[in-house]
């Protein structure tokens, strides 16, 4: 059964409720995080939690819980859940009103909600293979920093994928390279790593973070820049990166292969074998 956070309880999911009159619900005014858990330990928690406060400032809601209760609160979710590996939803949103109305009301109690569900990290196979994506116009607002709930661009480029029989929609902006629909782009030319610059058009990746540094730390030249469709449909390898796929490679776009291979890449499984051996670092507790 599965057990979630709600508002100061500990329930299980099916006994939970929210408000019809939620912010979240009727306007998608909230912001959220998903953390992945190895083992029963949250990776990156410091980053994935001051990713939060900067959503919840920049929506202007105050942080409704401290960091050691938001400790508290995935410490326990994630000893009682039934799976080692986890994926762990925070959410918050701005609360139920009284009378529907955009503006904030005067008084409002955020709504609390963290659910934990298991992790399932691509398979060897998916990883080898490799997962074909499309690509689209970035209909999305100009704030896509903030990790906003209100995700219905999102989840329609998405589905673009799908019907198209593909994993991921990459989104351009005036041609030039954002992110994915759910997740961070980054492209390999020539033995060098190049990775979009964080600003308002993206979401500053936990996972994209990591990979810069792991990049960094073992040598493998990168720049940091704006990165144009040509360079995109010319690049040898191309991935995709986040909390719950970690790095997967892309070997086709828009129906044609990605370099030359159409498999994944050399520098990807260095990548992976990088973050892997990062991975058993902080399951060991030597790092986060
Ligand atoms: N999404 N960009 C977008 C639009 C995303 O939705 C995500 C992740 C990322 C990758 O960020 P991170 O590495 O911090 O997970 C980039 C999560 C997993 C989700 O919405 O479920």
Known sequence: M??????GEFLPL?????SPMDRGFLFGDGVYEVIPVYSRRPFRLA??????QSSLAAIRLANPLTPEAWHAVIERLVAEAEWNNQSILLQVTRGPMAVRNHAFPA???PTVFCLVEPLHTPPAELREKGIAAISAADTRWLRCNIKA???LANCLLRQMAMDAGCAETLLFRDGILSEGAASNI???KSGVLLAPQKNHLMLPGITYDVVLELAAQHGLPTEVRDIADAEVRAADELWMTSSTKEVLPIVELDGRKVGAGGTAGPVFKKMYGWYQDFKRT?????AS
């Open 149 to 151: 709930t209100s995700l």
């Open 107 to 109: 008084t409002i109690t």
């Open 47 to 52: 980053e994935h939690l001051a990713r939060l």
């Open 282 to 286: 902080v399951m060991h507790g030597d």
């Open 14 to 18: 099916a006994a939970a409720r929210i």
């Open 186 to 188: 980054f492209v390999i």
């Open 2 to 7: 599965t057990c979630v956070y709600l508002n």
